[in-house]
Structures are given as C-alpha cells and as structure tokens.
C-alpha cells in the first residue's frame, strides 16, 4: 500500500502535521479525492498544508480518519460526516448577527491562511474609538470568501462580504469601552462579531497560539482590564484638550503602557526651539485638564517639543 508513510507519521508522534503530510502525499489520486470532499475549493494562491491545518478540529479528524482507513485497507467509498465543533461557541440566534470570542479563533486562522500574520497595530488607520486597531486591508474577496467557507462558524457571515467589491478589508482590535471587535470593512465597519473584555478572557487571548494574534498579546501582556478601561478613557476625552492653535493632530499611539498625543505647528517656535513660556503654559493648562478626570491620579505625563511637535506621553502608573 503506497501510504505505509502514514502509519510512520502517526508512530513519530506527528513531526509534521497532518497538513504537511498530506501535500507531501498529494500526488497520490485517492489521497487527492479523499482531500476534497473535505476542501472543495483550493484556491492556488493557498498552500495546500495551511488549507488542511486550518480547518475546524472535527472535520481535520474525520480527515484523518479517512485517510488512515485508506492507508490500512484500501478506498472506502464513504461521504465524510460533520459533527459541531464543541470549540466553537453555541450557535444561539442571537449570535447568528453576532458572534463571540469563540468564533474570533476561526476568524484568526482564516487570516493565517491568507498570509495574514504578526502584523502590526495600524495607528493610521485606527478609529476614533478604538483604542488598538489591526487592519487587513485589500485581500482578495473571493479568496476571503472560500476560506471562510472552510469554517461552519463563519459561514453565516458570508453574506456580509460585498461580493460586487474586488477586494475586501479584514479587522479586529480594542474599542475604547473595553469591547473587542472584528469583522469586515469596506467604508464603514461592519462587526462579525463582539465580546466584552475581561481578566479571563484576556487571559484566553495572551494563550492564544495563533502567529497572527502575536501582536496583539505582546500589547496586552502588561495591561489589566482595569488599565484597559483606563486608557479607553483617556483617550476618549484627550479629544477634549485644546493646547491652542494647532496645525494638526498626531494620531494617538499606544506602547506598552504608554499612551501618546501629539500636536503639530502648535506655540511659538525659534530655530526649532518652542518658546519656553509656551512650553510652560501647554504644561499648566494640561495639568489643570488631568486633575478634572477621575484617571488623573493613575498616570505620570512628559511633554516634549520635538520638531515643531508638542508631544504629550501619558504612562500608567502601577496598581
């Protein structure tokens, strides 16, 4: 039987995985018919092994199952059965408009098959609420839409994706009120799904073995819930700081536990040197904004002129 390979790739304890095994057997007919029923549309922009490995857990072990009988006693002529997934969350209709954190594990394995991984947070593209944004942008829409056909979660929000738009932008990240969100983008948001944070559901996400939430676990690593909602605030009501005439506004960005502000073309400048009296009075006029918010006692602030800048670095102090 041409797969005893098979039977030497379950003994070593699985060297490579079951994706790689596969495309290295893929020249082999039945290996190739059995793969299908399971994948029937491998685009070939996808690397055969990434389309097997991310595939819901019950549909890789029926996978599995398959092969193996064909690699013991020849073809069997069988349709595979579906059975749910118990790691996805109950599909209840509420969640059918949106989803939960469960289904968010799915949404990051479609964007590891679309090559989608250790990105990093896009400030320029970051929503006014939102406090941590990642933006996927311009993938291809019908590669999208046959990778989310590999996951029975995803597949009731299939009608979301604008099939009469070439391409289509993913996204997930942190609101400023402590909820986290993925979903589409075309001109506006449009969320597949929600769920509020928390000690363990940040917890969950910094276990999260995905290199496309790598990222975002290194941002959260240092923060609490509690600084979470803290720096939501704080960013939320900086919109309300006027430092004086100003040319333009620095998107905010936030570093470990350190969030910044900046304002260019702000105070009176010579030979690139602000104005000590101006630096004096944005410091003045700054503290008296901080000690009107209930964060005011949580946070150490620097402000610096650098180039014509005024940068404010609000930093959170430790519980």
Request: hydrophobic share 35%.
């Amino acid at each position: 039987m041409k797969l005893k390979k098979y039977i030497q790739f379950i003994k070593e304890s699985r060297s490579e995985s079951l994706g790689e095994w596969i495309e290295s057997n893929y020249d082999d007919q039945n290996v190739k018919n059995i793969v299908t029923k399971y994948i029937r549309d491998i685009n070939p922009t996808i690397r055969l092994s990434n389309a097997v490995n991310i595939l819901e857990d019950n549909i890789k072990s029926e996978l599995e199952k398959e092969i193996k009988i064909y690699s013991q006693i020849g073809v069997q002529e069988k349709e595979p059965q579906f059975t749910v997934s118990t790691d996805l969350e109950p599909l209840i209709e509420s969640e059918v408009s949106v989803a939960g954190k469960n289904i968010f594990s799915s949404f990051l394995k479609c964007l590891t098959s679309l090559g989608q991984k250790e990105k990093e947070p896009d400030w320029k593209n970051c929503p006014d609420n939102f406090l941590l944004f990642y933006y996927f942008p311009l993938l291809e829409a019908n590669v999208v839409k046959q990778v989310f056909s590999r996951f029975k979660s995803l597949t009731h929000y299939l009608d979301l994706i604008d099939y009469q738009q070439n391409e289509t932008n993913l996204y997930f990240g942190i609101r400023c009120d402590g909820l986290f969100e993925y979903g589409l983008h075309y001109t506006t948001l449009v969320p597949i799904g929600q769920f509020k944070l928390s000690k363990s559901v940040m917890k969950w996400i910094c276990q999260l073995e995905s290199k496309s939430a790598s990222s975002l676990k290194k941002q959260l690593v240092n923060l609490t819930y509690s600084d979470i909602i803290t720096l939501g605030q704080i960013k939320s009501e900086m919109k309300n700081f006027d430092p004086g005439y100003h040319e333009r506004k620095m998107t905010p960005i936030l570093d470990d536990r350190i969030i910044s502000f900046g304002y260019f073309g702000c105070g009176k400048w010579d030979n690139g040197k602000l104005d000590e009296g101006e630096l004096n009075n944005i410091k003045s006029n700054f503290s008296t904004f901080v000690l009107s918010k209930k964060w005011g006692d949580k946070i150490l602030v620097s402000i610096k002129p650098e180039s014509f800048w005024i940068k404010i670095y609000i930093k959170l102090k430790w519980n």
